[in-house]
């Protein structure tokens, strides 16, 4: 089982690698790069595996690079406090 198959899964999971990254000293401006990287490419690589993975992915399609930036802090925002420490 992927970790993509399982919402709460996906967010423990990013939230384990966002307190890798703060631990080793990684800076919010590059953090914030790479979640709109990754979700760029989950949106155009990935097929989503849960309802929560579509409405991310349709919202994604719709939304301009700002807008996607935004989507991809809310998401860090969202999962700063999940997954193991």
């Given at each position: 089982?992927?970790?993509?198959?399982?919402?709460?899964?996906?967010?423990?999971?990013?939230?384990?690698?966002?307190?890798?990254?703060?631990?080793e000293?990684v800076?919010?401006e590059?953090?914030?790069?790479?979640?709109?990287?990754?979700?760029?490419?989950?949106?155009?690589?990935?097929?989503?595996?849960?309802?929560?993975?579509?409405i991310?992915?349709?919202?994604w399609?719709?939304?301009?690079?700002?807008?996607q930036?935004?989507?991809?802090?809310?998401?860090v925002?969202?999962?700063?406090?999940n997954?193991?420490?």
């Amino acid at each position: 089982m992927s970790v993509l198959d399982n919402w709460k899964q996906w967010e423990d999971f990013l939230a384990d690698r966002l307190h890798q990254a703060q631990n080793e000293g990684v800076s919010k401006e590059v953090v914030s790069d790479l979640a709109y990287q990754i979700g760029d490419y989950l949106a155009n690589q990935v097929e989503p595996k849960n309802e929560q993975e579509r409405i991310l992915a349709d919202l994604w399609s719709v939304a301009d690079k700002d807008e996607q930036q935004a989507i991809a802090n809310m998401m860090v925002k969202l999962v700063q406090n999940n997954g193991t420490r």
